[in-house]
């Protein structure tokens, strides 16, 4: 069974300018999550997916960030436009159910704004 | 203010002795937690978890013990093999299914 895919696994950008992240969960899996994950700390929600509804977004800074799930499978996080302090490890999670702790991590993206 | 807490950054072990995680947490409402490991450009990967209504649960070299009047969980592994080398995090849960994540343990097994 194929895992949680990210892509890029790794990118460069400049200040300002705008960045997307790719997430493909584990086939069947309707739940999908994305973390942010700073040097030295846990992962931190930023926003969760039944299907193709955000039903927990309060953690997304949504002055500069924005995610979309349309088909309830793939999901893009984004970032416009980038800062400094944006530069981290961004995480795709994904269960099978709603109601199941056990979450599925991707490798991560790991962002770097110079 | 962190309501899950790691507070040891590193650990260090010999090959075959026991390691000893340690993590504390404040939420009341927590009803699960996991432990999660992490090696270096990977993304975390679930090793075991227990209920808020259990005090142990054991899967292998693994044992995760639960002191809810403390507040506080250990994750035991024996014996340590230097395989088990990576950062361990702590996460718990309350009815939403939400985890919350503490800052992780870097764990060193030594040959």
């Known amino acids: 069974e194929a895992g949680v895919v990210q892509s890029p696994r790794y990118k460069i950008i400049e200040k300002k300018q705008p960045v997307a992240f790719w997430c493909n969960p584990i086939?069947?899996?309707?739940?999908l999550y994305w973390y942010l994950q700073n040097l030295g700390q846990g992962p931190e929600l930023l926003i969760r997916?039944?299907?193709?509804?955000?039903?927990?977004d309060s953690q997304l800074p949504k002055d500069r960030f924005s995610a979309e799930r349309l088909k309830g499978v793939d999901s893009t996080l984004k970032i416009q436009p980038a800062e400094l302090g944006d530069s981290a490890v961004y995480l795709c999670?994904?269960?099978?159910?709603?109601?199941?702790?056990?979450?599925?991590f991707g490798p991560g993206t790991r962002l770097t704004v110079t | 203010d962190q309501q899950v807490k790691q507070n040891s950054p590193s650990l260090s072990v010999q090959e075959g002795r026991i390691s000893i995680l340690n993590c504390d947490y404040t939420?009341?409402?927590?009803?699960?937690f996991l432990w999660y490991k992490k090696y270096p450009a990977e993304g975390p990967t679930f090793l075991i978890s227990?209920?808020?209504?259990?005090d142990k649960n054991e899967d292998g070299r693994f044992t995760v013990f639960l002191n809810k009047s403390a507040k506080h969980l250990s994750l035991h592994i024996v014996p340590s093999q230097p395989g088990d080398s990576a950062v361990y995090f702590c996460?718990?849960?309350?009815?939403?299914?939400?985890?919350?994540f503490g800052k992780g343990t870097k764990l060193s097994v030594i040959p």
């Open positions: 999670a994904s269960t099978p159910l709603r109601a199941s702790y056990e979450q599925y």
């Open positions: 086939s069947g899996h309707n739940t």
């Open positions: 997916y039944e299907n193709e509804e955000a039903v927990d």
């Open positions: 939420n009341s409402m927590f009803d699960y």
């Open positions: 227990i209920s808020s209504i259990k």
């Open positions: 996460a718990a849960s309350a009815p939403s299914y939400q985890l919350t």
